[in-house]
C-alpha cells in the first residue's frame, strides 16, 4: 500500500517524542543546575531578565555558571569571552563526533540541532545514532531531546530567579552536586573507545595537577588539551577511512 503524507509525519513525531522520553533522566540530573543558576543570577549584578535572557540565547550551563561568577568580578569582556570559549571547547568534539551521523541532513537542520547541542543531549543523540549506520537516521530523535533539554532549562531557570531571592540558602544545600553527579553519568558510558579515554584522562589528570594555577586557569587548559587530544586521535581513526574514498571514488558521498 501506498503511504500517505500523513505517515512521515507521525513517524517524526514519534521520533521526537522518543528521543524527549529518553532525556528525561538528564533532566532531572540537570534541574537542580538550573535553578542554582538563576538564583546565583539574583545575588549578582545582573537583572532577572538577564538571566533569563543568557539561558534563552547561549543555552551552556557550565559556560554560563562561569560568566555570572566573572561578571560579578567586573572582569573584562575579553575575559569572559575567552574563558567561556575554552569552556565551550569540548563541543567540538562532540560535533566531530556526531558530524557522520548528521552529515546527510540539511544545513537548516545542522544549524538546528549544533543550536540544542548540550553534554546531555549529546549522551542522548550518541547512544541513539550508535544503534544504525550512520546516515540512516533522521534529525527528528536528537532534535526532540535538544528541545525537551532547552525548554526544561529555560524553566529551571525561571524557577531559580523567582524564588532565589526567597531562598539565598538553596545553594548551600549541596544541590550543584546534581551536576557532578549528571557530568559522571555522561562520561563513564561514553568511554568505548580510546579516543574518548584519552581525552578524559588528560583532562582529568591534568586539571588535578594545574588546580593551584591562578583564576582556575588550569583546569580551562586541562579542558582544551582533552579536547585536541580527543580531536587528534580521532582524526587518526578516520584517516583510513578518507583514505579508501580517495581510492574509491564511487564510494564518495554526494
Avoid at 503524507?5 to 533532566?27: H, K, N, V, W, Y
Avoid at 543570577?41 to 559556560?63: D, N, R, Y
Avoid at 568511554?191 to 588528560?202: M, N, S
Wanted: aromatic share 12%; charged share 10%; glycine share 8%.
Amino acid at each position: 500500500m501506498k503511504a500517505t503524507p500523513a505517515q512521515p509525519s507521525r513517524a517524526a513525531l514519534r521520533e521526537f517524542a522518543a528521543g524527549a522520553r529518553d532525556t528525561i533522566p538528564m533532566m532531572v540530573g540537570a534541574a537542580p543546575f538550573g535553578v542554582i543558576f538563576g538564583t546565583l543570577v539574583t545575588a549578582s549584578p545582573l537583572s532577572l531578565w538577564h538571566g533569563q535572557l543568557m539561558s534563552l540565547a547561549v543555552f551552556a550551563g557550565s559556560a554560563q555558571f562561569i560568566a555570572v561568577g566573572l561578571i560579578g568580578s567586573h572582569a573584562s569582556f575579553a575575559v569572559i569571552w575567552a574563558t567561556t570559549l575554552v569552556v565551550n571547547l569540548r563541543h567540538v568534539l562532540y560535533s566531530a563526533t556526531l558530524a557522520p551521523y548528521v552529515a546527510h541532513l540539511p544545513r537548516r537542520w545542522r544549524w538546528a540541532l549544533a543550536g540544542v547541542l548540550t553534554d546531555e543531549v549529546f549522551a542522548v543523540a550518541y547512544a541513539h545514532y550508535q544503534k544504525r549506520a550512520p546516515g540512516e537516521i533522521g534529525p527528528h530523535y536528537f532534535f526532540g531531546s535538544g528541545v525537551s533539554m532547552y525548554l526544561n532549562w529555560q524553566l529551571c531557570t525561571l524557577l531559580g530567579l523567582l524564588f532565589g531571592a526567597a531562598f539565598p540558602g538553596l545553594k548551600s544545600l549541596g544541590l550543584d552536586f546534581a551536576m557532578v553527579a549528571t557530568f559522571i553519568a555522561i562520561i563513564v558510558p561514553q568511554l568505548v573507545a580510546v579516543r574518548f579515554v584519552a581525552a578524559a584522562l588528560a583532562s582529568g589528570v591534568l586539571s588535578f595537577a594545574w588546580q593551584g594555577w591562578p583564576y582556575k586557569l588550569g583546569l580551562l587548559a586541562a579542558v582544551f588539551v582533552g579536547v585536541v587530544v580527543g580531536m587528534v586521535l580521532t582524526l587518526v581513526e578516520n584517516r583510513p577511512q578518507q583514505q579508501n574514498r580517495l581510492k574509491n571514488p564511487k564510494e564518495r558521498t554526494q
